[in-house]
């Protein structure tokens, strides 16, 4: 690895749409849907790409999932990526932001120097957002989170648009530096989209080694702080909050159904 | 074990976000249960007098000043560095930060610098029979619910805005304390240029939101329900193809990569109801929606289920307003 190269990382995730939960106790039954790169990532993956074009280095998407999600960091490599890393272990099972981020982080040093890590803004599973900031810290780089744009980059830094909340902020990092992407995500004025790999990227994809990575593969990680050990977050009681649906009038008479918005709006105070 | 409960006030811009003062409310009732004072952080260039007596009126005890010069009062790393101080200084059983934009920007650095656990976009705190502070929030693209425990302290979690109301002010309450800190000043390898854009719209403060989605067969039409929007005093919202295609900003995009709102009345237009787009309004006190498709998914969220064309809808609705406010 060199200065130059860009690390995604990117979250293999259950679609949320296929997922299945159980109802009653609000379990994930993992197994019922197949892990695909978390939408979010595909954006960071796409404009690690673009920056390659320009400022040259390699790109190594990293992850830490179970050992069935290599086939998302296989799609890793055939949108773009030269190298593909998976952490996976069941030391490493059960791990929060804290531990998950602080994995990642280890591997991250191990690979050496780099100039970029880029990730989604959060997953459509965790949803937390936190991973991202939390890696950045552990290796005491900059970041910015809620990235809406990449503005200008050179051989130094590079500037973006971020999402403070109150409003949109120009903010320019010095490399090495990470980057929580959004989306839609622009780069330069233009809009990107996750490529759709063609056939021949498909096919050198099968053919590339994803490398798993084993807790003892991180030299000088230290157990208490990955896996469940290392997650001071712990769930304590789970629910299924979706089948809490609402029991609506039906209309299909339009003017029945004006008549029905005008007196809801008016019991609301708000006519 | 800490003690007490430690907010951040957000004041990007040098203005006091509301939702800071909401988990104000959170403070004053988790501290009722168990004891301590609420400690607020504030990083600020200047000591604003106005802005002290409103956090006194709203349940502050103990305010934490960090003076920053007025060019660095945007670089949210000075922000991580007050709020990880304040925490060592005060050791607090909870920390609150809101969970904007910036929040969840910052507020994991400070959770990692300290090897703390933090809850993301919590719904609710409490406090179990155990005597355990316990954090609520959604997963899952907002299918599942989970109640979270923190093995470490203090307990750390940014709260969705809006969540909690803001507390009555008190104006007869004083602070105890100010408590002013001068935060040591290295470079970070970051510099904020200053905003780009404002925001046109805040959709999570609007209390009518008039949403379309895909059955919008071209941008323009959109003029129709701006002007309902309007006539309502409300907001006109998006669905995430609409954003997709180009056709509008994110700021107006409701849902989970978008915005999640709960105003009183939702009115959705030619939405099916995507679970993205459920998890950004299924909060709302009232739904409306309306679907040519009597089995679309957003009919079980909502009130009133209309069967229909969006724009004969929208059109007769609009007629009706006219008569009623006329």
Redesign the interface.
Known sequence: MSGSDIVVLVKPTPDTTKVRFDVETGRVDRGSAELEINPFDLYALELAVRLRESLGGRIVALAMAPPHAEKALRDAIARGADRAILLSDSKFAGADTLATSYTLATAIRKLGSFRLILCGEKSVDGDTGQVGPEVAEHLSVPHAAFVQGVVDFGDESITVEADFGAGYYLVRLKYPALLSVSRPLAFKGERLEPRIPKLSDLMRARKATVEVWQAGDLKGVDHSRIGWAGSPTRVVKASYALEKGRNPVVFKSIDDAAEAVIELLKRKNLL | MGYGVLTYV?N??G?L?PASLELLSKAGEIVRARGGKVYSVLVAASENPQEFRELAACGVDVLLVYKVGEDRL?D??LH?EALAHAIRRVNPALVLVSA??????????V???L???????CLDVYVDEAGDI??VR???????????????SPAMATVRPGVFAKPTPDYSRRLEAVVLEELPVHP????????????SVSLSEA??VVAVGRGMRKKEDISLFMELAKM??GEYAVSKPL??A?WFE?ERQVG??GNIVKP??Y?AFGITG??QH?AGM?DS??????NMD?SAPI??????????DMY??AR??L???KV??S
Request: charged letters at 25%.
């Open positions: 957000e990007v811009d203005k976000n945007c949210y790393l991580a904007t934009p910036w929040g969840r920007s910052f507020a994991p650095r959770a990692a610098r090897g703390l656990g933090l809850t993301a976009d316990v954090q959604p997963a899952f693209t907002g299918n599942l619910i989970a109640h979270i425990k923190t093995v470490t970070s390898g970051l510099e904020v240029l200053g905003p780009s854009r404002r925001k209390s009518v309502l005093g954003v997709d180009g994110k989970f990569s009183k009345v009115l995507a679970p459920i299924k006190e009232c739904v409306v929606a309306v009597p009919a079980k969220y909502s009130d009133i289920f209309v069967v229909g004969e809808v007769r609705l007629e009706r307003l009623f406010k």
